[in-house]
């Protein structure tokens, strides 16, 4: 079975729209979840004011209220998810590759971890994510398992200690990769998990090869890289780099595992390539703004938050947050007459 979702944008680290806008490709469908239920010459609709709309107002009314709300839609809650997408931040391997785009495939920037500059924008995208509340929604981070992405993962989202003496392993280690940084705690945090499918471009660019899960546990205790099948990158090779369209599809099969995880809130710490070509398959159909602002290139360590909705039934079909109305049994049941009256 195919999954058919949708993306939609609700903001940036940079500015924020008055409402979510939910956009498709093919056959992806728009949805907004502020529609209005009633037209809005209606403004007072208790019983009790005796205000009414007539069949007649509704009639002459009803062709600038399908205006109003042709793009709008509603969808269930709890088929939807809220990701907050986030390309690491400025790496040796950016400031090289500005230079002279041949840096690239030199062994020298294998791996490469951030400059002392993409820390700073790690601490300013900390502070955002703390100020507006963010960080406490947040149920899981998702990290790419190169180091760039791991130090601004948990840099970002990771915890802050106790001074009661609780502890717990860390995220990452003191000095972990050379960043001269002290060590960052998992109190307080959300779970991390690496998954390789939310990787760069794989093959000949040095920067995209990462280390053995054995060398990068002692540097970050606290990710998870259970998901990641072996060792050493047998992923990344040498003579060949992956095409815009495998990527796309990698990108693609990413999205369909994020609806295999019960989290509703989840922020993706990854590279701009994989975000460029994932996203571009959205905002088709959708004006040229909307596509263009969600499938624009990301920043050094820029948060843009979006939703995706699930429209193939893959996502859980029950939800935590509704409830089932019912009049209880009892004797203060109204009446027939009442209810018919009524």
């Known amino acids: 079975m ?7 944008i609700i903001d940036t680290i940079r500015s924020i729209p008055p409402s979510p806008t939910y956009i498709n490709h093919t056959t992806f469908s728009h949805y907004f979840f502020t529609i209005p239920l009633f037209p809005s010459h209606c403004t007072n609709r208790l019983p009790n004011k005796h205000r009414r709309c007539s069949s007649s107002s509704l009639a002459s ?7 109003d709300v042709r793009g709008q839609g509603m969808y269930p809650l709890h088929r939807c998810k809220t990701i907050h997408l986030v390309r690491h931040a400025q790496g040796f391997h950016n400031v090289a ?16 971890a951030l400059t002392p500059l993409g820390w700073q924008q790690v601490d300013n995208l900390r502070k955002h994510v703390h100020s507006t509340g963010l960080s406490k929604k947040i149920e899981l981070v998702v990290v790419s398992p190169l180091l760039r992405t791991m130090q601004t993962a948990v840099g970002v989202f990771g915890g802050t200690g106790f001074d009661d003496g609780i502890s717990a392993a860390p ?15 998992s109190l307080n945090a959300p779970p ?10 794989l093959g000949v660019h040095w920067c995209d090869k990462r280390r053995s899960i054995t060398e990068y546990k002692p540097l970050f205790p606290a990710i998870d890289f259970s998901l990641i099948e072996t060792d050493e ?5 040498l003579d060949v780099r992956e095409a815009n369209e495998d990527l796309a599809e990698r990108g693609q099969k990413f999205l369909n595992w994020l609806w295999t995880r019960e989290e509703s809130e989840i922020a993706v710490v990854t590279h701009s390539g994989f975000l460029i070509h994932t996203l571009s398959a959205f905002g088709d159909d959708c004006q040229p703004p909307v596509k263009e602002e969600i499938c624009k290139p990301f920043n050094n360590c820029e948060l843009r938050s979006v939703v995706f909705v699930d429209r193939s039934m893959a996502a859980t079909s029950s939800s935590k947050t509704n409830f089932q109305g019912k009049i209880p049994d009892g004797m203060d049941v109204p009446s027939e007459e009442a209810v018919e009256k009524n």
């Open 233 to 237: 990158d047998t992923l990344w090779t």
């Open 171 to 185: 995220l990452m280690t003191e000095n972990a990769g050379k960043s001269n940084r002290p060590a960052i705690s």
């Open 192 to 201: 991390f998990v690496a998954m390789e499918l939310c990787r760069e471009h």
């Open 61 to 67: 009314s009803s062709l600038s209220d399908m205006d």
């Open 97 to 112: 590759g500005e230079k002279d785009h041949s840096a690239y495939m030199s062994p020298e920037l294998f791996d490469a």
């Open 2 to 8: 195919t999954t058919t979702f949708a993306v939609g």
